[in-house]
C-alpha cells in the first residue's frame, strides 16, 4: 500500500528521531523506488514555470490568419522537423526538436486572476473548495521523496531559483513537502545556492568556525540524551555534508565546458535548464525552474523579441540534451503558465501593445518520461480565442503527470483533518474534464 | 482539599527514595543536588499555589524526581520568548541579572505582560487560530484581514475578558471592513453550517467534532444553520448577518447543546446568541477547560489535555485536578486571561530547568521539567534582526490594494498570514489554512541549518552591520568584546570556561578582533541555548 497510510503523528515521530524525517539521506543516489504495482515511466519532472502567463499566440498556437490585430509583428510562423506543424518564429531552436516534445493547444480552465488560476494549474484542482492542495512537486516530493526511500542529499524537490508564492506549494501536506528554493543566479559564478555555496568562506574556516560551536554548545553539553538535540544535530551533519562534501558539487556550473554552457545560452533561464538537466541527472526527482517575466501587459512585443530567444536556446538544448544523455524517456518536461495572453492585441492606453490574461484558451508543452514527441494535442479556433477540439483542463494534465510518475492509482492523500483524499483529481466524478492525455502517453 | 508537599512525598514513600537514588545513579552531575551551571541556581523553590501542589503530586505518585530551578539567566530569557516573542536587550539583561531585588522574577512578569509586545505577539498567535489571512483559501481580503487583525490585537492588549472576546465573535452581524469581528464567519475552509461549526469548535472547545457522530455534529451545526453572507457596492466588501429564512442543503434543528441541555429559542433569535450563552457558561464542560489548557500549552510547550485542540473521551487530561482548578481559577477571575498566564509564569512548575531530573517517560506529559522548543520562525528572525540591527523585506501578493510594510516592522507584528518570506516558510510559518495548532512546525530540518550556519542572508546581516560594529568597537578589551556577544546574543555572561575557549580559538587560527567576533556571533546563534526555548 501506499506510504501514505502513515499517520501524521508518525511521520512527526519520524522527524523527531531524525531518520526518515531528514529533508536530506546520507547518500547521493539515483532514482526514487518505484511503487508496488505501478511502474514509473517518469524518474523525475523538470517543470518550466512560466510565471505570469506566456501568450499561446506568440509561441506555440501561432494564428497568422487571423490579422496583425492578433498576430501583431509575428505574422510568419515556422514549420517544424514533424510535419504539418508550425510555431512561433521567434522560436526556431524548438522547431528542430519538436519531434520531442507534444504541444498541448487545448488547454483551458477559464481563470483570468494568476492567484487562483496558478493555483489550479500547479495543483489540478479547482479552487472555491478552501481545502489547499499540494502542487505537483510537492506530491512527488512525497511520492518520490524520503519516504518513498529516496536516498540524496540534495533535496528532492527543487527550485530554481524562488519559489512563486501565490501559495503555500505544499498545501496541507505540511512544510516537510516544501521545495528547497536555491536563491543565487546560476548565471554567475559561483551558483551562490543559498546555504549550500558561501562566497569567501574557505573550508578550513568552515571547519574551524565548527569547532568554536561545538565547543560553546554548552547548554548541548547539559543535555546528552535529549531527542530534539540529537534531531538537530542529524540535521547539522546533513548541512555540513552539503557544505563541505561532495554532493553540493552538482551545483558547480564550471565544471561544465564552456561549449556545453554556451549551448544553453548564458541567461538565468538558460543556465537554469543546464542546472535542472543536473539534478535531474543525480536524481533528484523535481525541479522547478520559475521562469519570471511573461505577465506582460505592455511592450509586450518588446519583452517578446528579447525573451523568447532566450527561451527558445534553452528550452531546446534541454530537449537535446536529455535526449543524448538518454535521460529524455525517464524525464517529463512540463512547460506551462498559469495561462494564455489575450489573442486580441490591446492597442489602448495603458497598455499601447500589450496582452491581457487569457485563461479561456492557451498552450502547455510535455515532453518526455512516457509521453510521445511530435503531436499536437487539441486545437483552438482560427483567433485562438477558444478551444475548437479536445479541452485539457489542469487536472487532465496533473493525473497524467502522476500517472507516469508511476503513482498508484488509489493513493491518497491525508488532510491533517484525518480525511484521505485520491491523489488524482479526475478521479472526482463531477469535475468536468477533458480526460488524460491517452494520445500521447505510452 | 489541600494537600501539602509534604505530605504527598510521604505517600509516595520508599518509590521516592528510589528514584532520588536512581538519578543520582544515572545522571551524576545533572542531579538535582548539584545545580548545572549556568542554567540552573542551587536550592530548591517551595509550590508558589495549589497549581505547582498538584504537579508535584502526580510527580511524587510516581516517583518521577522534577528538575531544578533555572537560574536567573535561564528565566529572564525564557520569559521574554514566552511572553513577548522577543529576546531581551543587553541593557535589560544586565539590569536583571544585577539585581538582587526579591520577587524580581515576579516583578519582570508584571512587567512583560504589560508591554505592547505582549499584544503583538500573542495577536501573531491568535491570528493563527482564527486564520488571519487575505489570500487562498481564506480569502478575506487585505482590508479586511487587517481590520481583524488590529480587533484582536486591540482586545489582547485591553485585556478584554475571554468570554467576552469569544462571544463578540460569536454573535458578531456586520460589514467585514467596519465590524472585523465578523471575518470570523468567514475565515472558515466553507460557509456550510457544519463548517462553521468545526470552526467554532475547534476555536472555543478545543474540540474536532468531525470525531462526533453524525448527528451530534448535525445539531451543533444548527446553531449556524441561520448565518447569511451578501455582498455590497463596495468592491469585496461582505456582509455577515443573522438571515432567519435562509435554506441549507440540508435542513437543521435547533433542539440540543453539545453538552446535551435542551435549547429553547425564543421567537426570532438568533441561534448564535443561544449558542454563544450556552457556551460562556462558567459550568460549559469545554469553553473554560480549553482556553487555560490552550494558554498551558503556550507557555509549558505541552496541554495538559495533548493535542490542545483534541479534547475528547479518550484523550484525556494527563492531570485532570491542574486542569479543573485552572479552569476555576479563570471563571473565579472572570474571565482575565492574563491572570492564568501570572498563575503559570509564577509557577515553580514554569521556572524549572529544561534539564531532566528524570528519565520517566511519563516526565513530559506530567511536566518535570520545562520543555526545550525552537523558537518560533518570526520569533528567530525578529532576534537576528534586533542583534545585528537589522531588518526584513514583506510584501503582500496582492497588489491592490497595496499592502505597504514598512522596514522597520517586526515579523511578529505581522497581520496577515498571505504576507510571508522565504525564511518564514522554511522555518515552519503555519500558512493558516486550518486554524490547527500542529499547522505552526518547530521541527529542525537540515535546510533550516544551512541557511543559518551559511547563507548569504543571514551572513551579511552579520558582516555588514552597523550595529555590533559600533558595539565593538566600544570595548576595550577582548574579554569584554566577548561579553558583550555573549549578553546581547544569549543574554548572560560568559563562564569562564567559555571565554577561554574563544580566546583560544583567535590565538589558534592568528585571527583579528573582527574575525573572531564575527565566528564568535555566528558559533552563538547556532548553539541550542540561541535557538531554543530553554
Not at chain 2, 325 to 333: C, I, K, P
Not at chain 2, 449 to 457: A, C, I, K, M, Y
Request: positive net charge; proline residues 7%; aromatic residues 10%.
Amino acid at each position: 500500500m501506499s506510504r501514505l497510510s502513515v499517520s501524521r503523528r508518525d511521520v512527526l515521530r519520524t522527524a523527531v528521531c531524525g531518520t526518515a524525517g531528514m529533508m536530506f539521506g546520507s547518500r547521493l543516489a539515483a532514482a526514487a523506488v518505484s511503487p508496488k504495482r505501478v511502474m514509473a515511466k517518469a524518474k523525475a519532472v523538470i517543470q518550466i514555470w512560466m510565471w505570469g502567463g506566456p501568450s499561446h499566440l506568440d509561441t506555440f498556437d501561432p494564428k497568422p490568419e487571423a490579422g496583425s490585430d492578433y498576430c501583431g509583428p509575428f505574422e510568419n510562423p515556422i514549420s517544424t522537423n514533424v510535419d504539418g506543424t508550425r510555431i512561433g518564429e521567434m522560436l526556431p531552436l524548438l522547431a528542430k526538436q519538436a519531434d520531442k516534445y507534444s504541444i498541448l493547444r487545448g488547454m483551458t480552465h477559464g481563470v483570468n486572476g494568476h492567484e487562483t488560476a496558478s493555483y489550479m494549474v500547479q495543483t489540478g484542482r479547482k479552487s472555491g473548495g478552501r481545502d489547499v492542495y499540494p502542487c505537483v512537486g510537492a506530491v512527488a516530493s512525497l511520492f518520490k521523496g524520503y519516504d518513498a526511500g529516496y536516498k540524496g542529499l540534495i533535496p528532492p524537490y527543487i527550485v530554481l531559483t524562488s519559489p512563486q508564492g501565490r501559495f503555500s506549494e505544499a498545501g496541507f501536506l505540511g512544510s516537510r513537502y516544501r521545495p528547497f528554493a536555491t536563491g543565487g543566479n546560476p548565471k554567475m559564478t559561483p551558483f551562490a545556492v543559498e546555504g549550500i555555496v558561501a562566497r569567501g568562506i574557505t573550508e578550513k574556516r568552515q571547519r574551524s568556525r565548527r569547532q568554536l560551536l561545538h565547543s560553546l554548545d554548552s547548554l548541548g553539553h547539559a543535555m546528552p540524551g535529549s531527542r530534539e538535540f540529537e534531531a538537530l544535530d542529524a540535521c547539522e551533519q546533513k548541512a555540513y555534508d552539503l557544505i563541505l562534501g561532495d554532493a553540493g558539487k552538482v551545483f558547480d556550473l564550471s565544471t561544465e565546458s564552456d561549449a556545453a554552457r554556451d549551448r544553453y545560452g548564458r541567461t538565468t533561464f538558460g543556465q537554469s535548464c543546464l542546472m535542472a538537466r543536473r539534478l535531474v541527472e543525480e536524481g533528484v526527482p523535481y525541479v522547478t525552474i520559475n521562469y519570471k517575466g511573461w505577465d506582460t501587459h505592455k511592450k509586450h512585443f518588446e519583452s517578446m523579441r528579447r525573451q523568447l530567444p532566450e527561451l527558445d536556446q534553452g528550452m531546446a538544448t534541454l530537449f537535446e540534451d536529455l535526449s543524448e544523455r538518454g535521460l529524455l524517456d525517464s524525464t517529463i518536461v512540463w512547460w506551462s503558465g498559469e495561462f494564455g495572453r489575450g489573442p486580441k492585441i490591446q492597442k489602448d492606453p495603458p497598455w499601447n501593445g500589450g496582452r491581457s490574461h487569457y485563461g479561456k484558451a492557451f498552450s502547455a508543452v510535455v515532453a518526455g518520461g512516457g509521453f510521445k514527441g511530435g503531436h499536437v494535442v487539441g486545437a483552438t479556433d482560427e483567433k485562438g480565442l477558444a478551444v475548437v477540439d479536445r479541452e485539457i483542463y489542469p487536472w487532465d494534465v496533473t493525473s497524467s503527470l502522476y500517472e507516469l510518475m508511476g503513482i498508484p492509482p488509489d493513493a491518497t492523500l491525508r488532510h491533517p483533518q484525518g480525511r484521505l483524499i485520491p491523489v488524482y483529481p479526475d478521479l472526482d466524478p463531477e469535475l468536468k474534464g477533458g480526460g488524460r492525455l491517452r494520445e500521447i502517453m505510452t | 482539599m489541600r494537600t501539602p508537599q509534604i505530605t504527598a512525598m510521604r505517600h509516595g514513600g520508599l518509590e521516592v527514595v528510589i528514584a532520588v537514588l536512581f538519578c543520582v545513579v544515572s545522571l551524576g552531575a545533572a542531579s538535582a543536588s548539584a545545580p548545572v551551571r549556568p542554567f540552573e541556581r542551587a536550592g530548591d523553590a517551595p509550590p508558589r499555589h495549589r497549581g505547582d501542589e498538584l504537579v508535584m503530586d502526580s510527580l511524587a505518585a510516581r516517583g518521577i524526581a522534577p528538575a531544578a530551578i533555572c537560574s536567573d539567566a535561564v528565566f529572564l530569557r525564557r520569559v521574554y520568548l514566552d511572553v513577548i516573542g522577543t529576546i531581551p536587550t543587553p541593557k535589560e539583561a544586565r539590569a536583571f541579572l544585577g539585581s538582587d531585588l526579591p520577587g524580581k522574577r515576579q516583578t519582570l512578569i508584571s512587567q512583560l505582560l504589560a508591554r505592547d509586545e505582549f499584544a503583538d505577539y500573542w495577536a501573531l498567535k491568535w491570528g493563527d487560530l482564527l486564520r488571519v489571512k487575505s489570500e487562498f483559501p481564506i480569502n478575506l481580503w487585505p482590508n479586511a484581514a487587517q481590520a481583524y487583525h488590529r480587533w484582536v490585537r486591540t482586545a489582547l492588549a485591553e485585556n478584554m475578558p475571554y468570554d467576552q472576546f469569544a462571544r463578540e465573535i460569536l454573535v458578531a452581524s456586520g460589514s467585514n471592513f467596519r465590524v472585523p469581528q465578523v471575518n470570523f464567519y468567514r475565515s472558515m475552509q466553507s460557509k456550510t453550517p457544519e463548517a462553521i461549526s468545526k470552526g467554532v469548535a475547534l476555536g472555543f472547545m478545543g474540540v474536532r467534532p468531525e470525531k462526533w457522530p453524525a448527528a451530534r455534529m448535525a445539531e451543533l451545526a444548527g446553531f449556524f444553520s441561520k448565518v447569511g453572507f451578501k455582498a455590497t457596492s463596495e468592491w469585496k466588501e461582505e456582509i455577515v448577518y443573522f438571515d432567519p429564512w435562509k435554506t441549507n442543503a440540508v435542513s437543521f434543528s435547533v433542539t440540543i447543546f453539545p453538552d446535551g441541555a435542551p435549547a429553547t429559542l425564543k421567537r426570532g433569535q438568533d441561534p448564535r446568541a443561544a449558542f454563544a450563552d450556552w457556551l460562556i457558561r462558567p459550568e460549559n464542560p469545554w469553553f473554560a477547560p480549553n482556553a487555560v489548557n490552550r494558554v498551558w500549552f503556550w507557555l509549558m510547550g505541552r496541554g495538559i489535555v495533548h493535542q490542545p485542540d483534541d479534547f475528547r473521551e479518550d484523550n484525556p487530561p494527563r492531570n485532570p485536578e491542574l486542569l479543573e482548578w485552572l479552569s476555576r481559577e479563570l471563571v473565579n477571575a472572570d474571565y482575565d486571561l492574563k491572570h492564568i498566564y501570572r498563575l503559570v509564569l509564577n509557577s515553580r512548575t514554569y521556572q524549572q530547568s529544561s534539564i531532566p531530573a528524570s528519565e520517566h517517560p511519563d516526565a513530559v506529559p506530567l511536566f518535570a521539567h520545562y520543555p526545550t522548543r525552537r523558537l518560533d520562525a518570526e520569533v528567530l528572525i525578529d532576534a537576528i534582526c534586533q542583534i545585528t540591527g537589522t531588518t526584513e523585506t514583506y510584501t503582500s501578493a496582492t497588489p491592490e490594494p497595496f499592502t505597504f510594510i514598512p522596514e522597520d516592522q517586526r515579523s511578529i507584528e505581522l497581520m496577515d498570514g498571505s504576507i510571508s518570506s522565504p525564511f518564514l516558510d522554511m522555518f515552519g510559518r503555519p500558512p493558516r489554512d486550518t486554524g490547527l495548532l500542529s499547522e505552526r512546525s518547530n521541527l529542525p530540518t537540515p535546510a533550516q541549518r544551512l541557511h543559518l550556519l551559511n547563507s548569504s542572508h543571514i551572513r551579511d546581516k552579520f558582516e555588514k552591520s552597523k550595529k555590533l560594529r559600533t558595539m565593538l568597537q566600544s570595548a576595550k578589551k577582548p574579554r569584554e568584546a566577548i561579553t558583550l556577544l555573549y549578553m546581547t546574543i544569549l543574554s548572560r555572561r560568559p563562564t569562564e570556561d567559555e571565554v577561554d575557549l574563544v580566546m583560544a580559538h583567535q590565538a589558534k587560527h592568528r585571527m583579528d578582533r573582527r574575525r573572531t567576533a564575527l565566528d564568535l556571533a555566528w558559533a552563538l546563534i547556532n548553539t541550542k541555548e540561541f535557538l531554543y526555548r530553554h
